[in-house]
Nanobody, 119 residues
Framework: QVQLVESGGGLVQTGGSLRLSCAASGSIFSINAMGWYRQAPGKQRELVATITRGGSTYDAYSVKGRFTISRDNAKNTVYLQMNSLKPEDTAVYYC?????????????WGQGTQVTVSS
């Protein structure tokens, strides 16, 4: 089993910053990629950013230039630095790890952390 524990959400004013963390523990053989998703009330979950084991990143257009994803392979941890936050960034943020379990690539999700940006 793989467990993901998120931290770092909260309430911030427009223009503020937050840093999310997500640490994995358990039977981890090899992490393929990590990512962050978010889900606002009444909307579908959407991709925010991803990072591969080698460090290649992808950012959604809506957060490009404001959010930065990074990872610490030794700690099996992924981070999301969020700057210049806007009210439309308000959502529950979920981390996602794609982990090799034997020959199978499996998805694991964090419990979610609330980010609220006040105007």
């Amino acid at each position: 089993q793989v467990q993901l524990v998120e931290s770092g959400g909260g309430l911030v004013q427009t223009g503020g910053s937050l840093r999310l963390s997500c640490a994995a523990s358990g039977s981890i053989f090899s992490i393929n990629a990590m990512g962050w998703y978010r889900q606002a009330p009444g909307k579908q979950r959407e991709l925010v950013a991803t990072i591969t084991r080698g460090g290649s990143t992808y950012d959604a257009y809506s957060v490009k230039g404001r959010f930065t994803i990074s990872r610490d392979n030794a700690k099996n941890t992924v981070y999301l630095q969020m700057n210049s936050l806007k009210p439309e960034d308000t959502a529950v943020y979920y981390c996602n790890f794609k982990v090799w379990i034997g020959a199978t690539l499996r998805d694991y999700w964090g419990q979610g952390t609330q980010v609220t940006v006040s105007s």
